[in-house]
């Protein structure tokens, strides 16, 4: 690979790239920089995180003229995001090229401050179709001086239906320019745009080996589609990410699961694209800062999402296209960190897995499903694994005084009290045992009674409840005990190591669809 010094860069912009940290270019910048400073249009076949903003975005600046205020590029883009992340780095790239501003525009930000800023002078800017259209139909975008356009993520601009808006935009700008396209796919309607609206372009293309992720760690699971949301929990709660990106193939998927892991005590919250952009500003914050853990979106709502901190990602859907595969997983595991990324997949879903994996030229790992048990142990292995680093760095001494002086006056040994210290951490009640947290039911000996909010007048059989628990808690069905079928409502009878989960797991459950309560029977 080359250093940015062998691209003869504009010293302005080879000190701005050196300030970024940038040693070396990038495989689509090292091929796509000297084709564009030349002034040649150009086709980019490249994914996000090759590096494409700095590739189209050094020659482009090189073209600029900062003493002129007139607009001189456009950036097109897919999402507000991905416009405002461009925007970012180019300004990082035209730091030292004083006089030079760069704005983006989109929808969901008031017109009127977009126009204010183009009327203090503007040479680049970097919008979403429909919000250039609306300044270009204003006349606040004059394009007679123009000389460079960007197509970015060209194929996710068709996906969303921006054809119209993207050959609009084109034709109006003056004949003669240059026009660089960046697409990750190249399906035959970008090679339409192309052949209309590229001067004899030059193809560059980066190949797909450069796009694996090799420090991040990928397992997938075998799942029942009714137990999909039950493993994703119980996964966040073994391996605890800080920071965790969930991705589902719809906006409705997007919905039903923040809301299902929101029941279940999870600070989670979901991007997609019908969400006002002052909704998705209050989520993006929220995911920065911590404040919201667990970020479910879909592939086009998350493009532009850069948050270094990302542990883990989590496929609920396995992705319709393979290369959504990469720009997922690719989210955790940056900045020089280790990432995880779990996919849970669906009867002959495996099939579209074994793809990916010959795409990614990577391997998947099938796991077991982890049971409730699991997940305790590897809870309780992690806080002992931070006790331990605390005994080995830290002065424990006024702790070990403070213990040693109750375990004097109580009597307890230190084992005991080590149980007792780990089972509070570990959010566990310790004033209830299995037998004492559902009392007596009026069940036979090692089983719990629970009740049920449908009976016989709303035509439910036993049949349909035996198939309820074992189908959504995962428990066989030669476990359930007696069921007592009444009018409005029944009596199960399960194992009582069994009924925490099984109570659970029938929260978000319908029994010939309509919706159930379980909770233990009272005996009184």
Request: net charge neutral; hydrophobic share 40%; aromatic share 6%.
């Amino acid at each position: 690979m080359k250093n940015f010094e062998e691209l003869c860069l504009d010293p302005r912009l080879l000190r701005a790239v050196t300030e970024m940290g940038f040693e070396q270019a990038s495989p689509i910048q090292e091929k796509s920089i000297p084709i564009a400073m030349e002034g040649r249009d150009m086709i980019g076949q490249a994914q996000t995180g090759t590096g494409k903003t700095a590739a189209f975005g050094i020659p482009m600046l090189q073209r600029v003229d900062s003493h002129n205020k007139k607009l001189q590029a456009i950036v097109l883009c897919p999402t507000r995001e991905l416009a405002i992340q461009s925007a970012d780095e180019i300004r990082k790239l035209a730091k030292f090229m004083h006089g030079i501003k760069v704005l983006p525009v989109y929808g969901g930000q008031e017109i009127s401050k977009q126009i204010r800023s183009l009327k203090g002078g503007v040479q680049v800017v970097i919008g979403t179709p429909g919000r250039v259209i609306d300044h270009i139909n204003r006349h606040t975008l004059k394009l007679d001086q123009v000389g460079t356009v960007v197509l970015d993520e060209a194929d996710e601009m068709l996906n969303m239906g921006f054809r119209e808006d993207i050959e609009t935009v084109l034709n109006r700008l003056p004949e003669v320019r240059q026009t660089l396209l960046f697409s990750a796919t190249m399906p035959k309607p970008i090679l339409e745009i192309a052949r209309r609206y590229l001067h004899q372009p030059e193809m560059v293309k980066v190949v797909k080996k450069e796009l694996t992720v090799p420090k991040i760690d990928q397992f997938y699971y075998e799942v029942n589609p009714r137990k999909k949301s039950e493993v994703l929990s119980r996964l966040l709660d073994m391996y605890d990410p800080r920071l965790s990106l969930v991705f589902c193939n719809t906006k409705k998927k997007v919905d039903e699961l923040v809301e299902d892991l929101k029941g279940r005590g999870y600070f989670a919250a979901g991007l997609h694209g019908d969400m006002k952009q002052s909704q998705r500003d209050r989520v993006m914050n929220g995911f920065r800062n911590g404040k919201t853990e667990i970020l479910v979106a879909t592939d086009v709502a998350a493009r532009g999402i850069d948050v270094d901190d990302v542990e883990a990602v989590f496929n609920y859907d396995v992705p319709q296209d393979d290369e959504y595969y990469v720009h997922r997983i690719g989210r955790t595991g940056r900045a020089g960190k280790s990432g995880k990324a779990f996919t849970l997949v669906v009867g002959r879903e495996i099939y579209k897995l074994k793809d990916i994996q010959r795409y990614c030229k990577t391997k998947i790992r099938r796991q077991p499903i982890p049971s409730v048990a699991d997940v305790t142990d590897i809870k309780a292995e992690k806080i002992l694994d931070l006790a331990g680093n605390l005994i080995e760095t830290e002065n424990l001494g006024k702790m070990l005084d403070i213990l040693e002086e109750h375990l004097d006056e109580k009597d307890y040994s230190s084992l005991e009290m080590a149980a007792a210290l780990l089972m509070l951490q570990m959010g566990e009640n310790p004033s209830e045992t299995p037998e004492e947290e559902f009392g007596d039911t009026g069940a036979e000996p090692g089983m719990v009674r629970l009740f049920i909010n449908i009976g016989k007048k709303q035509k439910i059989r036993i049949g349909d409840i035996l198939g309820a628990i074992a189908g959504e808690s995962g428990m066989e069905g030669d476990l359930v005990g007696t069921i007592d079928l009444y009018d409005n409502y029944t009596f199960v009878e399960v194992p009582r190591e069994y009924a925490s989960e099984v109570i659970e797991a029938m929260k978000h459950a319908k029994i010939r669809g309509k919706s159930v309560r379980l909770e233990p029977a009272n005996r009184k």
